[in-house]
């Protein structure tokens, strides 16, 4: 049973590889923005938040991510900050607990050098953590996304090393992932990040034309989620916070792409106009799925203040009501939403009434 997780998981990256040349030409959004912020506080690689100010520094941006051949698609949020020497990044994924399987896994793919539509990308460099040590022995750091499968570091010619380092942990809400890279690991199979650089521009020209991923897998599915990220690593001098925006996951399929090559000038009106009204209804159930991760996360975070937990769900709710009123949220979703904060405000003024009797 064990070694056919192992089995899948490595049919997975050669799924990701054949995928990668399609990858390119199909993302129909530009990647999300993250800008890395200035480390001041240590991590502790244990997928937990160990402590209040340990991931205060960097801003939480929710990235798109998609199934490549079936479109369906929520969001993980990252966490991402940087010293001299290393990357640090944190994933939040909500996931039902009916789905958790502790070999479920997630990382980090970068595609760079030169581009052939045939064998892809020249470079490539992947790291990858679960929550049980025992698959595939927690961490991978993988250097070839273009052989029959994927050859790790230690496999080269001379040998690299494991230079990734993570550990995921599942809360009985949502997947949490913490992860450790260095920015140049000097073995010569990984990514050589500078300080203020940015990586992952998805353009296609011969200055910019890189691909950067996050990407989070389910074992028990086998199904893998990705989306686009860009990637701006700080330095001392330069480094802020960067702001939530949308991004693009990994969302067409080749049923889609098919039809655009093979129907006529009418027949592309026809699913332009469908696209139109696909996306616009996908950008309803993204905006739904933030909110409701942004409300669990005000929950989770100030659980221990109520009084500032209140002021935050007074927030989203005056955000909820005015995108309701903009027509960019559904009545539906408003309700479902409108409900969960109501049902969080009475625990936290119960709670507050219990602090000051």
Known sequence: MKSS?????TLLLIYVVISATFIYALASELPTPVVSAWSKNPVTIDGELTSSDEWEEATPIDVVIGIYDTGADFNLRVWAKNDKTDLYLLYRIQYHSSRYDDADDAGIIYWWGEWDPLTGWEHSDAGFCSINPIYEGQTRDYYDFTEARPYEDVEATPPGENNFDGKGTYDGNSYWFE?????????????DFKLGGTYGWHEGTPEKSDDLVVYFFDESEEVGYAGYIRLTIASEETSGPS????????????EMITGFITIGAAGVAIVSWMTKTQRARRKKKILFERFLGEVDSV???????????????HKLNNDVLSEFKQGTLDEEHYNTLNLRIEDYMKEVRKRIDEENP
Do not use: Q
């Open 299 to 313: 929950h989770s975070d100030f659980k221990l203040n109520a009084h500032r937990c209140e002021t935050e769900l």
């Open 243 to 254: 702001s939530p925006s949308g991004g693009g996951g990994i969302t067409w399929s080749m």
């Open 5 to 9: 997780r192992v089995i899948s998981a």
């Open 179 to 191: 992860m450790k890279k260095p920015l140049n690991s000097g073995d010569g199979y990984d990514w």
